[in-house]
């Protein structure tokens, strides 16, 4: 219950193109969901979060789109760069807690030129 | 700013060996998180603090022990290395919220790579 399922593990798009990457959760105590965008030889650094009273948050080519009711939630790459290609996590943390968040496994992204 | 740091970058320990992971954080964040990442199983919490002098568990803290005795710094330990113990290690910190200016974000250090022959 406390798993944050992503998929796919692996993409590549076209320059241009719309990168999909999706997230499922078991646990409806999960309030907050961000995504997480990893460059090789980098730590992760915050790109978007979403809480769920919202089903849509949108900065600039990153939306991010929350489900509540089917525990999903996608991130959608508008224009896809090459710039953007990285390692992209979802996560989820708990109602009031430390933010101890649980990662999806991770979507390596890469967009051609 | 120099954000989150972690030291040493690499380190090859041998079975058996004992070592270290040290991280310091300029942020005066409350909280701070060791995790590892291992392909395919992306990041998991070892162990994490709340405030300078706590520790608790995460989702994998067997064969690591922790230890923040000042809020900017979070130690690593590796007692008796184990060749499952090859990952890299990722220090972040957050803020707790308590003074307003909370956003959930975690900031993350550019991690240590550990290998255990």
């Known amino acids: 219950q406390q798993q944050v399922k992503q998929s796919p593990q692996s993409l590549i798009v076209q320059k241009g193109g719309i990168s999909i990457i999706n997230c499922a959760y078991e646990n409806t105590a999960f309030d907050y969901f961000p995504w997480y965008q990893q460059f090789p030889g980098k730590g992760p650094a915050l790109l978007i979060a979403?809480?769920?009273?919202?089903s849509e948050k949108k900065e600039g080519r990153f939306t991010i789109s929350f489900n509540k009711s089917a525990k999903q939630f996608s991130l959608h790459i508008m224009d896809s760069q090459p710039g953007d290609s990285a390692t992209y996590f979802c996560a989820a943390s708990l109602k009031g807690g430390t933010y101890k968040y649980i990662f999806g496994t991770g979507t390596r992204l890469k967009v051609l030129a | 700013n120099a954000g989150v740091t972690q030291t040493p970058k690499f380190r090859v320990l041998k079975t058996g060996q004992s070592m270290t992971l040290l991280c310091a954080q300029d942020?005066?964040?409350?909280?701070m998180y060791w995790y590892r990442q291992d392909p395919g199983m992306g990041l998991r919490l070892i162990h994490y603090?709340?405030?300078?002098?706590?520790?608790a568990k995460g989702e994998v803290p067997d064969g690591y022990n922790v230890s923040r005795l000042k809020k900017q710094n979070f130690l690593l330990g590796l007692e008796s290395a184990a060749p499952s113990q090859t990952s890299v290690y990722f220090c972040a910190s957050s803020s707790s919220g308590t003074s307003g200016t909370f956003t959930g974000e975690l900031f993350f250090g550019e991690g240590s790579r550990l290998t255990v022959l």
């Open positions: 942020m005066n964040h409350e909280y």
């Open positions: 603090s709340v405030g300078e002098g706590t520790t």
């Open positions: 979403i809480r769920p009273d919202v």
